[in-house]
């Protein structure tokens, strides 16, 4: 929709329609997660515009309209229409392919589907939350560690049942260190979610989830184990393919066959700090892939910048941040980190709290790659200044002496970012 | 301070001596509104090091000790021991003015002293508070609408009086544009604090402030309009000085004179987007040049990489922050800005609060030149990206899609960065 809005904006006169499998456009799937702990009373709240608004500007949306498949060689795409139980045959001069992501499969012996839920649309999520409010919740498992399985386990602690997270990976949040990561896993023991690491769910039979040689009671079963990219029939109609199953694109969100753009979760992105292909399924990627793609579909001119990898979140009261390089993910570059213990605000302040940071650079050259927050209210937004920072190219040396905010309100004299950079820039001259 | 440790640490074999005319060492200026206010118990609190823990880096602190002279010439200071009342003289190798700041004096007829108050070093706001505790504080008048001014007069809300802020300035807080100074004073405003502004006070007299026609009735007056350097000593040494009557020092932080060093609110700073010196008396600032002086002194090497005019506060719950150059600032750039209503998280978000978001962006270039924020919880502190963004020379057309966090409890998808840049970019491709 972002793709359709620029495209309008850049030409108004062409002609644009959008089809949609279900029976939503344009809203934050971000927000699943506190629709379901009921901070966000309504549906209705996550739209961002209805149907008719883009109607209004010319733009015809489609629901219950499912693209299966597209013929490349002759501008044409199959489409079933689901409300009338009919298959259509739509001709295109420039076709947009953003089909999203959908939960990662994993191998699972299951008796009952109907108690298994992603949460990757709307409509899972409007599922997930009828099911649960119909049986009440007692038993809750979360299958995966990322952040919208964490954000789940989250919301359903208001629900009073008992939550239990599980997940094959080492600790919470993998694309975090363990060691931050164990950070966030004992504010939500804190929170009264019991966590089990390093097993892997084989099953979910009899109303019990099955990990190795533990069992779970469960009436409801999340999944949150991560996403792969809808691009199956793009790959069928010869759109290659690359890094995780994902679109290929240029820098202007073209695919490798004429006509054809893809954007968002189904799409690669470029990283800026490895400089190689990525994928990236987060709104802010999404939003931004589709407003370039829009405005070169309608005839302007913009590129995809990339990407560094940013996520936040809050959970169990907990700030949550990252972007760039983790340690784990350093791969070829030698890298060095530095982990800082220190405050949101002033140390006097009564309100200050707990906030911990954690840079990684690269060795020698002492190029930020990464920096990870976790850390008390007003902790995880100065993750923005790191993603800038790296956006720059900038050596933690030179990060060290920037000229930052500071009140006791918002930081000790010395900012958590600038202090992480010192030490990081010391460790980065002490390896040589 | 910084300094002495700085050097200490690079040369554990020098000898430091630090002479202080106050009882005072290593403390937190910005937190004496919070000691008047009472969110900060106890003075103590505000003390990051104490004279003994100084002597013992083998750092020896001298209190009670005011240097009255420099002799450049022959290295040597002459100092006033108030303790024993004696002068005496000592010999240096180098010698860093670490002078500080005073409250700018104001042309001011005046009948009794005693009920006026500076609050720049801790002896002053110890004697504001003595003074506040003994009379009760029935009518507080604050001259001036800088942050520490205005940061006081909100404390003195909490004593139960009337606070009044009476400033020449045509808008509370000039360094930020009248737009965004105006959201500042109607915060003031619903906290109770009556604000007059483009009146300059010029008595104090028969327990009133006079400023033109107006009067107010004042047992506590308070003098927040500013700081000038403390450099007439070094001055009056042929130490040269420049803007705003601060000492001029190189990237090293020397000055013109061999053997001697500046730095903090007594020295010039280099300003990154103006390119020119400017003075900056910000306690950020001042612990940064502190260990560049300190380092070089100690025989290493380091320099001063410049300020951007970064500045944060919270005033009667209204988060507020600027960076680079405001419009009036803007000189001989061309300017061209942007203003964005938006929130600090997403709009569904019971949190979410208002923000403001002002861009000022050179015209042709795109060139970010600065930025202003107002807002509610969490607004103020994403100024450090615009400084971050500011610090590497960004346009506002590569500001616009840089790799952000997002997550709807911090923000839109399109945090207000992206927005702020995108929209000034706007404006510079309308303007040409």
Chains 1, 2 share one sequence.
Request: glycine share 10%; charged share 25%; proline share 4%.
């Amino acid at each position: 929709m972002s793709a359709a809005s620029q495209a309008r904006r850049v030409n108004p006169s062409l002609q644009i329609e959008v089809f949609e499998k279900t029976e939503w456009v344009s809203y934050s799937a971000c927000g699943i997660p506190y629709l379901v702990a009921g901070d966000v009373g309504d549906v209705d709240q996550l739209i961002a515009r209805t149907p008719a608004e883009f109607r209004e500007r010319h733009i015809d949306v489609r629901l219950r309209h499912e693209v299966v498949a597209i013929d490349a060689e002759n501008r044409k795409v199959e489409v079933r229409d689901h409300g009338r139980g009919r298959t259509i045959t739509v001709p295109y001069d420039e076709l947009l392919v953003a089909t999203g992501a959908r939960p990662r499969e994993i191998e699972l012996e299951v008796d009952d589907p109907s108690i298994i839920h992603g949460v990757q649309t709307l409509d899972d999520g409007i599922r997930l939350l009828e099911h649960a409010r119909r049986i009440g919740c007692k038993d809750v498992v979360v299958v995966g560690a990322g952040y919208i399985g964490l954000e789940i386990a989250e919301a359903f602690v208001k629900w009073r049942g008992k939550v239990t997270v599980v997940t094959g990976s080492a600790e919470v949040m993998p694309s975090l260190d363990p060691d931050m990561g164990r950070r966030v896993r004992d504010a939500m023991i804190g929170h009264g979610i019991e966590v089990v690491c390093g097993q892997r769910v084989t099953a979910v039979e009899g109303g019990r989830v099955h990990a190795g040689r533990h069992e779970f009671p469960a009436d409801l079963v999340v999944i949150g184990a991560g996403v792969q990219p809808n691009s199956e029939m793009a790959a069928a109609a010869g759109i290659p393919t690359g890094i995780n199953g994902a679109i290929d694109v240029d820098h202007q969100l073209r695919t490798a066959v004429p006509g054809v753009w893809a954007a968002g979760d189904c799409a690669t992105s470029f990283h800026r700090v490895t400089r190689q292909p990525t994928h990236v399924a987060l709104g802010t990627v999404a939003n931004k892939q589709g407003r370039i793609a829009g405005e070169n579909i309608g005839g302007g001119y913009a590129t995809f910048p990339g990407v560094l990898g940013t996520a936040i979140t809050r959970l169990c009261e907990l700030e949550v941040a990252r972007t760039g390089l983790s340690m784990a993910e350093a791969g070829s570059f030698e890298a060095v980190e530095a982990v800082v213990e220190t405050s949101t605000g002033a140390g006097y302040m009564p309100e200050s709290r707990d906030m911990v940071v954690k840079v990684v650079a690269e060795r020698r050259t002492g190029r930020l790659l990464g920096a990870q927050i976790t850390g008390g209210d007003g902790a995880a937004k100065r993750i923005d200044a790191f993603a800038t920072a790296l956006w720059n190219d900038m050596t933690v040396h030179e990060m060290a002496m920037m000229d930052l905010s500071y009140a006791p309100p918002f930081s000790p004299v010395w900012d958590a970012v600038l202090i992480g950079a010192r030490k990081a820039a010391a460790r980065v001259d002490a390896r040589g």
